[in-house]
């Protein structure tokens, strides 16, 4: 399979624990999304790369979030000192953007439903 | 006010009706998706569009750019169509702002 993978694809952990996942996008692919998204609600945007530029982090992204693409592959995200409001589901999506086109169609992992007791 | 609201919010039809889910946005976009989502599972891409209209299957998607206004229908509905729709807009590549979703149910 060639798709988006992402890696735990639960967690359960204790407030104050650090947790780490990871996002595998599409091989050729040089964005990746991560996004957000909890109970009955859309996902909402924290932060993409463009290859291994960090180029947008949302306002939500406290400083205890921390995401990585070190070699514009793969990418982590990880959550220090965490909170039970930090339950939710992180997706990871990737897309090929196009040099000024304005299409840009993401392709989304299972994600990863953290769970912060 | 969020950028993109969908309505409505929760729908049950019966196996055969013709099933309309409406997304209305306040921003300028390059784009506007729809993805389908299912319980415990990942998010999959049905429609980009940023004029007109699209076909797939039982689907149509469309867009009145105008109007700042997008309509998925479904055409013959059937119990596996129930999960969550979900309209998002985008603006040249970034990132995706999303409605709320629609939860889909569709009774045998």
């Avoid at chain 1, 399979?1 to 639960?10: A, F, K, N």
């Avoid at chain 1, 780490?20 to 909890?38: A, K, M």
């Avoid at chain 1, 693409?69 to 995200?77: E, I, V």
Wanted: glycine share 8%.
């Amino acid at each position: 399979d060639t798709g988006v993978s992402q890696d735990p694809r639960h967690k359960i952990t204790k407030r104050g624990q650090n947790v780490t996942f990871r996002c595998d996008p599409i091989s050729e692919h040089n964005r990746l999304y991560w996004y957000r998204q909890t109970l009955g609600q859309g996902p909402e945007f924290l932060t993409y790369f463009q290859n291994e530029a960090q180029l947008e982090k949302s306002r939500l992204l406290s400083d205890r979030f921390s995401a990585e693409r070190p070699k514009g592959s793969f990418s982590t995200l990880e959550i220090q000192r965490t909170e039970q409001g930090d339950s939710a589901m992180y997706l990871c999506a990737s897309s090929l953007a196009e040099e000024r086109g304005p299409y840009n169609e993401q392709f989304f992992g299972p994600g990863t439903r953290l769970t912060v007791l | 006010k969020n950028e993109v609201e969908q309505s409505p919010q929760n729908l049950t039809a019966q196996e055969g009706e013709f099933i309309t889910i409406n997304c209305s946005y306040s921003v300028g976009i390059s784009a506007l998706h729809w993805l389908q989502q299912h319980p415990g599972g990942g998010i999959v891409s049905l429609f980009m569009l940023s004029s007109g209209k699209k076909k797939h299957g039982r689907l149509i998607a469309t867009i009145n750019i105008q109007e700042k206004h997008s309509s998925l229908h479904i055409t013959a509905s059937h119990p596996r169509d129930s999960a969550v729709y979900i309209c998002a807009v985008s603006k040249y590549g970034n990132k995706l702002v999303f409605g709320a979703g629609t939860i889909l149910r569709v009774k045998s």
